[in-house]
C-alpha cells in the first residue's frame, strides 16, 4: 500500500466549489494537474495567484530576490491575535532584526545545549505511554504533548506539567478549536475592504495565552536582572542584543516571539512525528529497523545523533510526503514575468511543499515511502532542488536544525520501547489546516517491543 494521499478534485470547478473544497481542507481542493505542472494560475475575480513548481523560481522566490515577494499579509490575519508582531509574520526592517536577535539562540552549538531537555521530554513521553500499551492510541495526542513539552524544556526550562505551560498548552487546543488556525479568508483572499472578524472566543483565548506567556517572560526579565537565569533559549534571545542597532527584545516582543516559537515549534513538529510514526506501522521492516538503530541511544550524549541515520532518513521522507506546512503564500510587489506569462503587482505566489515533493516529473517513485531514496542520485538532486520541508532563503524556518534533532530523537526513543501497529480500515486521510493533520486522528495499537 502507498502512503494515504487526499483525492484530488476534479480539473475544472465553479468558484462557489472551489471555495466550499478550500473550506473542508486545502489539499483535496487541488486538482491533480499540479502534481506534473511546472506553474499553474487561479484566477478569481478578486485575486490572481501561481502556483510555483519549477525549481529555478522557487529559488528565485525564496531565496534569490525574497525581498521582492515579501509574506503575504492576508495570510497572517487570522493569527494576528495570537501572534501579534512576531518574527512569523514581520516583513522587511523589523523582520531583519528580530531574525538577528533569534538566530544565535538556534546555532549548531545550542543544539547540542539544549539536547538533554529533548530527551528528558521524550522519557517522560515513553514513561507516560506505558499506561496505554495494548491500546488503540491517537497519535496525534500524543506528539502533540511531546513536541510542547520539548519546546516549554527548551524554552523556559519547565515541564508540560508545569501549571502555566499546562494551561498555555491547553488554551492553544482551545484557540484551535474556536478558529481553525489558517483563516481561509486569508487564503482565498477576499478584496481588503471587506473586514475580518475575530469571533470573542478567539481573541479571548488568545488574551489569555498571551497573559500566560507575559508571566513566563517578566518572570525570566527578573531572573536575568538578578542573575539566577537558568541558560536555555528564552534566556538567550533575551540576553541577545543586535549587533546592528544594539537594541533587544522588551518584554512585549519577547511575548510575540514566544506564540511563534511555541505555535510553529510544537504544532509541526507533532505533525510530522505523527506521520512518522503511522508510515512505521504501515512499513513494520522498517519499524525493526529504527528500534534496532535506538539500541545506540543506551549512550546518552548528543553525539548519538549521528548514529540515528535510518531514523533520519525515515524523518525526512516522512517530511516529503507530509509536509507539516504544506504551502507558502509570498505577495509580487511588482510585476514579473514567469515562463512567458504576466505576473500582475499584488499576485499571490504559492509555494507547495505538498506539491513539490511530490511532483511527477522531478521524484522517482513520488507517492512511496522510501526512505533510501536519500542515498540515490535523484534523491540527493531533489533534496537539493526541490525539496523545501522548511522553506528556504532567509525566511528559513529558524527551527530546522532543531527539529532534525528533536523528530528522529523522538521516533527513535518512543520505538526503540514501544511497537506501533495499524488499525486495518482506519488509515488516516491526510488535511490541511495550519498544518497536515489526519482528518480523524491517527489510531495506533500500542504493544511493548520486547524482542530487541
Ligand atoms: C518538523 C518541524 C518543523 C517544520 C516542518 C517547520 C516548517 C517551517 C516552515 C515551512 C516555515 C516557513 C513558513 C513561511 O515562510 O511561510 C517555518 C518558519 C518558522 N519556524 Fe518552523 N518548522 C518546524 C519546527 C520549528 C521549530 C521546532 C521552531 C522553533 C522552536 C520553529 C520556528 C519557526 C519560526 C520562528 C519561523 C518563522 C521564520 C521567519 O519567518 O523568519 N519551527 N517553519
Redesign the pocket.
Known amino acids: 500500500m502507498t502512503p494515504p494521499k487526499p483525492e484530488a478534485r476534479p480539473d475544472k470547478v465553479s468558484l462557489r466549489s472551489y471555495v466550499r473544497l478550500f473550506r473542508k481542507d486545502i489539499l483535496s481542493a487541488q486538482p491533480a494537474r499540479l502534481y506534473r505542472a511546472w506553474m499553474a494560475e487561479f484566477r478569481t475575480p478578486f485575486f490572481r495567484s501561481f502556483l510555483l513548481n519549477q525549481p529555478d523560481l522557487v529559488d528565485m522566490v525564496l531565496k534569490k530576490r525574497p525581498d521582492d515577494f515579501p509574506?503575504s499579509a492576508r495570510?497572517s490575519e487570522g493569527l494576528r491575535p495570537l501572534l501579534g508582531n512576531?518574527?512569523?509574520l514581520t516583513n522587511g526592517e523589523v523582520?531583519k532584526r528580530?531574525?538577528r536577535i533569534?538566530d544565535p539562540a538556534?546555532e549548531g552549538g545550542r543544539l547540542r545545549e539544549v539536547f538533554p531537555a529533548m530527551r528528558a521530554a521524550g522519557d517522560a513521553a515513553v514513561a507516560r505511554l506505558r499506561a496505554q500499551v495494548g491500546e488503540v492510541v491517537e497519535i496525534e495526542e500524543v506528539t502533540s504533548h511531546v513536541a510542547a513539552d520539548v519546546?516549554f524544556r527548551?524554552?523556559f526550562s519547565i515541564p508540560i506539567e508545569h501549571d502555566i505551560a499546562a494551561q498555555v498548552f491547553s488554551r492553544f487546543r482551545a484557540y484551535q478549536r474556536a478558529q481553525p488556525i489558517l483563516n481561509l479568508a486569508a487564503f482565498v483572499p477576499l478584496p481588503r475592504w471587506v473586514p475580518r472578524f475575530h469571533s470573542r472566543e478567539t481573541r479571548r483565548n488568545a488574551a489569555r495565552i498571551r497573559a500566560l506567556i507575559g508571566q513566563l517572560t517578566a518572570e525570566r526579565m527578573a531572573m536575568i536582572s538578578a542573575g539566577t537565569a537558568p541558560d536555555d533559549?528564552a534566556t538567550k534571545i533575551m540576553t541577545t542584543a543586535d549587533p546592528v542597532t544594539g537594541e533587544r527584545f522588551d518584554t512585549d516582543e519577547m511575548v510575540d516571539?514566544v506564540a511563534?516559537?511555541f505555535l510553529?515549534?510544537?504544532e509541526?513538529?507533532a505533525?510530522?512525528l505523527a506521520w512518522a510514526l503511522y508510515l512505521m506501522a504501515l512499513y513494520p521492516d522498517w519499524q525493526d529497523r529504527v528500534a534496532r538503530e535506538a539500541a545506540a541511544l543506551e549512550d546518552d550524549g548528543f553525539s548519538v545523533m549521528s548514529r540515528l541515520k535510518v531514523s533520519r532518513d525515515v524523518f525526512r521522507e516522512t517530511?516529503r510526503l507530509y509536509?507539516?506546512?504544506p504551502m507558502?503564500?509570498r505577495e509580487a510587489i511588482c510585476s514579473e514575468r514567469f515562463r512567458d506569462r504576466d505576473v500582475p503587482k499584488g499576485a499571490q505566489m504559492v509555494l507547495s511543499?505538498w506539491h513539490l515533493h511530490r511532483h511527477e516529473r522531478l521524484w522517482d517513485n513520488p507517492d512511496g515511502f522510501d526512505p533510501e531514496r536519500w542515498q540515490t542520485e535523484n534523491g540527493k538532486t531533489c533534496q537539493r532542488e526541490a525539496y523545501?520541508?522548511?522553506?528556504a532563503g532567509p525566511?528559513?524556518?529558524?527551527?530546522?536544525g532543531?527539529?532534525m534533532v528533536?523528530?528522529p530523537l523522538l521516533l527513535s526513543m518512543i520505538l526503540r520501547a514501544y511497537r506501533v501497529e495499524r488499525m486495518e480500515g482506519r488509515d488516516p486521510v491526510p488535511v490541511a489546516h495550519l498544518t497536515v493533520r489526519a482528518r480523524d486522528g491517527i489510531w495506533l495499537r500500542l504493544r511493548p517491543r520486547e524482542d530487541v
Open positions: 509574506k495570510i512576531s518574527v512569523f523582520w528580530q531574525r533569534i538556534f519546546i527548551t524554552l533559549l516571539q511563534i516559537f510553529a515549534g510544537h509541526t513538529s505533525s510530522a517530511l509536509p507539516p506546512v507558502m503564500v511543499p523545501i520541508p522548511f522553506s525566511r528559513v524556518c529558524t527551527g530546522a532543531f527539529a528533536e523528530g
